[in-house]
């Protein structure tokens, strides 16, 4: 029986159910100070994306799956296996001597991410009753608040060179610091967690696992940036980004119809589609999409506005997100206590949500004069909301769902989260970039760029043919980049024969220049990225609308099905 599981016991099971998550949750954060030399040592820039989207594809494809088979054969041999393949795929990653065998593994990665989620939220309500579990949803929020701390300043360390252990560390450290971490976590789980499974046929659905699989893939290069990811393709067909983009969503939408059509006849389907049948879930999984959209989106590009307004370096701007993380963890582990005392769990979700909404919009304020002080503030208020909303969607969702249910439920909350954010981060990216290329306008002419033209040394920070798109514009901006021209500019007049004092008054004059292209840059990054926040509070506010309309499912102090354990 569950509940005839010593209290110890179940905690040791957490220890070891969240450091596989925490594994998985660095991850997300500690290779972001690390894109940039992994770039530039592979010298292929345009494969960056390709970094990025590689892992997001297959961990969402996953965690539907992954939480179908760990109904079937159990937690803790889906959590071995997800954390096995992360492991072995952080060493591939690490060790790649090409940028395509890296982005091969970090797909290889992104399935052992996508089973390591799915299987750890599923846990806990296998460990405890619905009344018991609000706290540990908190707990776990607390856990991606300090993940996301942790990782941008570990991976900063790691990638600049430093002394551990007698060792040079490099950007591949921030995947080889997987390997030990990885295998303390497979002992850990191996020694503590049963394996909590039920009585289901061990069925697979081939079909509706592929169809699924080619949808999301579809869906996620849909939204995804086209014209980079695939110029090869674009080039070799003679077609345009646009095309291409419109037959990705012609074919998302017919092969999720044609998941949906096998789904209803599967025997042992990858999303069973009586879910929807129940009120709660059905409303959850549109708030759910609509909040992860909002919130990776914007605050991924709140990190941005730090670095290209503000001037902070990447490994800054992570840690000048401690405001968001400590209003995220507080409030996460506050109101799960809160939850698991009895009292209403909507009043705290709904209020949850207006705070985030209400956040977002004073991010809308934000102006090219503004001080950290002024984003402190607005993003400890969008992490309150956050802290205090987030964990409880897996919750509702599983007091409502079967004990039997539990695995694909719970998977499910994770993959509307997910593909949220996928298509958040792309859509409200294409906004910002749009935006910044309508305010600048040619700027090829602008003393600053012309200077960098002339220069064969400097030229290399430009594009083909020395044009200047928005994404150029904002490498410039970019504290490092800024850093090296500069560096350069004064090289260059040294070395040069003018007289001293022309030398000084040169140095001066392209100075300014700079001073006045960044200044550009900044004005037309901070107003198109109040677009982006007012549109991420749309989101937010829609989510909100259809958060009233959640019923309030009392919290059982007991499961409507106990799981089997080996």
Known sequence: MLHDIPHRQKITVMIAVMSAMFLAALDQT??????????????SFEALSWIVTAYLVTSTITVPIAGKLSDMFGRRNMLLTGVALFTIASFL?????????????????????GILFSSAFTIIGDLFSPKERGKWQGIFGAVFGISSVVGP????????????????????????????????????????????????????????????????TSLIFACENTDAIFKGLIDSLNITGPIL??????VAAIFTGLF??????????????????RPVFRLTMPIVV???????????????????????????????LMPLIIGLSGASAISGRIVSTGLPYKRILVSGILVVALGMLSLTTLTVDSTFIDVAWRMLVVGIG????????????????EQRELGVATSSVQLARSLGSTIGTALLGGLLTAGVAASLGNITKDPFIASLSQNPASAKFLGEGN????????????????????????????????????????????????????????????????????????????????????????????????????
């Not at 789904?263 to 042992?268: P, V």
Request: some cysteine; overall charge positive; proline content about 4%.
């Open 93 to 113: 990653s690490g060790a790649s001597p090409n940028i395509e065998s890296l982005i091969a593994a970090r797909a290889f990665q992104g399935i052992g991410g």
């Open 290 to 320: 609509l909040y992860g959209a909002a919130f990776l989106g914007a605050i991924l590009y709140v990190t941005q506005f730090l670095q290209q307004v503000l001037g902070a370096s990447a490994t800054n701007s992570g840690l000048m």
């Open 260 to 277: 949906i059509a096998a789904e209803k006849r599967a025997a042992s389907p990858i999303v069973p589609l009586s879910l929807f049948k």
């Open 467 to 566: 044009t200047v798109t928005a994404d150029t514009a904002l490498q410039l901006n970019s504290p490092d980049t800024k850093q090296k021209i500069e560096d350069g500019t004064r090289q260059g007049i040294a070395a040069s024969s003018l007289p001293a004092a022309a030398k000084e008054k040169a140095l001066t004059a392209a100075l300014q220049d700079q001073a006045s292209f960044s200044r550009k840059v900044k004005e037309a990054f901070a107003n198109s990225l109040r677009q982006v926040f007012y549109w991420a509070t749309a989101l937010v506010a829609a989510a909100f609308v259809l958060s009233l309309f959640i019923k309030e499912i009392p919290l059982r102090s007991g499961d409507k099905h106990t799981p089997i354990t080996d």
């Open 153 to 216: 300043l570990l991976g900063g360390y790691l990638t600049d060179s430093h002394n551990l252990l007698g060792l040079t560390t490099s950007w591949r450290w921030t995947f080889f610091i997987n390997i030990p971490v990885g295998l303390a976590v497979l002992v850990l789980i191996a020694k503590t967690c049963p394996n909590f499974k039920h009585e289901v046929k061990h069925k697979i659905d081939f079909l509706g696992a592929g169809l699924l699989a080619v949808a999301l």
């Open 386 to 401: 956050l802290g205090s909303s987030l964990p409880l969607f897996n919750l509702i969702v599983q007091n409502e769902a």
């Open 245 to 250: 983009k419109a037959a990705f969503w012609t």
């Open 30 to 43: 500690i290779i972001g100070t690390a894109l940039g030399r992994i770039v530039e040592e592979f010298n």
